[in-house]
């Protein structure tokens, strides 16, 4: 019996030390939120999502094996704002994924109240602060690190320089030229879509605000210098292979032909 007291102390311990000492994710608070705000998110959120998500947020009843909203319980504030945000949200058709929209529905006030209604049900992922979007003071070699972090994790569906990319079954990674900093910020902490989750445990709140003045060139939208040459899109390699190969193959071609013609 020694033996396993002894173990399941150690067990203990071993728990209580890392449950103390890891790192923690952003958490939604509602301390600055009133109960007036919260109280007229859920109204909001009554009014406008409650169709597809249920009235409690628990998600919508599951009909034909299809389920029309999924629940927000735990998804926290950052996930509100990013999708209400964009125009996302609410849905306007049923498709493959949802699209940003330009016309957004609601206000900034409202969008926060209806994310402090959402935080208010369970933790999750907070709204990032000024703070943490702030990249004015990113050094160079910060931003040189935000694009070897990007390109490690994110180009394999947003393109190396960030122009988005094809997925399957209808999906696609969408463009990220002209998009705000928080909800670049937002999507890395929420994984909208078919993205995965980059929480802090992932990439640190340091490495995001590096990825962010990468992509905006330290300011709020896309904003990078072009280096020269033709672009074509910056899609990267594919694009490029296209053009040296009709191009510069064709070039070769209708040399070699006009070579032939005039030795004859």
């Known amino acids: 019996m020694a033996v396993v007291v002894l173990i399941a102390l150690a067990l203990l311990l071993v728990g209580g030390l890392y449950a103390a000492l890891s790192p ?3 958490r939604a608070t509602t301390a600055t939120a009133s109960a007036d705000d919260i109280q007229t998110g859920k ?9 597809c998500h249920g009235l409690d947020a628990q998600g919508g009843p599951v009909v034909d094996g299809k389920n029309p909203g999924p629940s927000l319980i735990g998804v926290g504030a950052a996930s509100v704002d990013f999708q209400v945000g964009t125009g996302r949200m609410p849905l306007a058709q049923s498709g493959a994924q949802a699209p940003e929209v330009d016309k957004i529905r609601f206000s900034q006030e409202q969008i926060d109240q ?10 999750g992922p907070a709204v990032p602060t000024e703070e943490q979007l702030d990249t004015s003071g990113v050094s160079d070699e910060e931003v040189a690190r935000g694009a070897a972090i990007f390109r490690t994790n994110c180009a394999m569906c947003h393109n190396s320089q960030g122009k988005g990319g094809a997925l399957t079954a209808g999906k696609y ?8 900093a928080k909800h670049i910020y937002e999507a890395m902490q ?8 980059f929480n ?3 990439i640190s709140p340091d490495d995001k605000t590096a990825i962010i003045a990468w992509l905006t060139d330290r300011g709020g939208e896309d904003t990078r210098p072009d280096p020269g040459g033709l672009t074509l899109g910056s899609l990267g390699p594919v694009s490029e292979g296209l ?3 009709i191009a510069g193959i064709g070039a070769l071609i209708g040399v070699s032909v006009w070579l032939g013609m005039k030795s004859s």
């Open 24 to 26: 923690r994710e952003a």
């Open 173 to 180: 990674a969408p463009d990220l030229t002209g998009t705000s």
């Open 190 to 197: 929420t994984g909208p879509q078919s993205m995965p989750v």
């Open 114 to 123: 209806m994310a402090a209604y959402i935080a208010s049900l369970a933790p």
């Open 243 to 245: 053009v040296a190969w």
């Open 43 to 51: 109204e909001l959120f009554l009014a406008n999502c409650s169709t």
């Open 200 to 202: 802090d445990n992932n």
